[in-house]
């Protein structure tokens, strides 16, 4: 069985740019969640989607917004890109709204 | 101010013995935490996880162990094998539904 996918792997962009990642969850999961890690931190989590409505939201800006899609699959859009946008964003899958979380390989966004 | 804390940056082990990774946290409402392990350049791999009404659970060479009362768990792994050097990373589960991680442990098992 196929795990998270997300795509691109590698993303570089510059100041001021937009940006949109994508996630496909485990077949079967309803819920989505995304998470950013810089270096040496641990996941810092953005949203969560479950059954296509957000469920959660972490302490973002406005310029990260995301969807989820009817095949469950989602995509997160971060506007107006900063240095310190530059980081690993994962995204997790799970069956439940609270339950374990199933990552997968994540984008490394790169902004110059 | 970090509601998970793993105060441990890094933890070096002999192959074969037990590795004791440690995990704080400070908020009292959570109803589950998590550990996963993570290499470079991949997504955390999800290990084993403990719902707040109990004190421990086991899968394999992993056991958790839940403390309320002190707000810690710890995470055991015997016998520590070299594949398992990796950065771990505890995690609480939230009102939100989200996760919420400490800054990790990396651990290095030496053959």
């Known amino acids: 069985d196929a795990g998270v996918t997300q795509s691109p792997t590698h993303l570089i962009k510059t100041r001021g740019q937009q940006v949109t990642l994508r996630c496909s969850p485990i077949?079967?999961?309803?819920?989505v969640s995304w998470y950013q890690q810089v270096l040496g931190q641990g996941p810092q989590f953005i949203f969560q989607?479950?059954?296509?409505?957000?469920?959660g939201r972490g302490n973002f800006p406005d310029r990260f917004s995301a969807r989820q899609f009817p095949n469950y699959s989602s995509e997160l859009n971060v506007n107006a890109l900063l240095l310190g946008d530059s980081a690993l964003y994962l995204c997790?899958?799970?069956?439940?709204?609270?339950?374990?979380?199933?990552f997968g390989p994540g984008t490394r966004l790169t902004v110059l | 101010d970090q509601q998970v804390k793993q105060n441990s940056p890094s933890l070096s082990v002999q192959e074969g013995r037990i590795s004791i990774l440690n995990c704080d946290y400070t908020?009292?409402?959570?109803?589950?935490f998590l550990w996963y392990k993570k290499y470079p350049a991949e997504g955390p791999t999800f290990l084993i996880s403990?719902?707040?009404?109990?004190d421990k659970n086991e899968d394999g060479r992993f056991t958790v162990f839940l403390n309320k009362s002190a707000k810690h768990l710890s995470l055991h792994i015997v016998p520590s094998q070299p594949g398992d050097s990796a950065v771990y990373f505890c995690?609480?589960?939230?009102?939100?539904?989200?996760?919420?991680f400490g800054k990790g442990t990396k651990l290095s098992v030496k053959p």
């Open positions: 997790a899958s799970t069956d439940r709204a609270y339950n374990e979380q199933f």
């Open positions: 403990i719902s707040s009404i109990k």
């Open positions: 995690a609480a589960g939230g009102s939100q539904g989200n996760l919420i």
């Open positions: 908020n009292s409402m959570f109803d589950y």
């Open positions: 989607y479950y059954e296509k409505e957000e469920r």
């Open positions: 077949s079967g999961h309803k819920s």
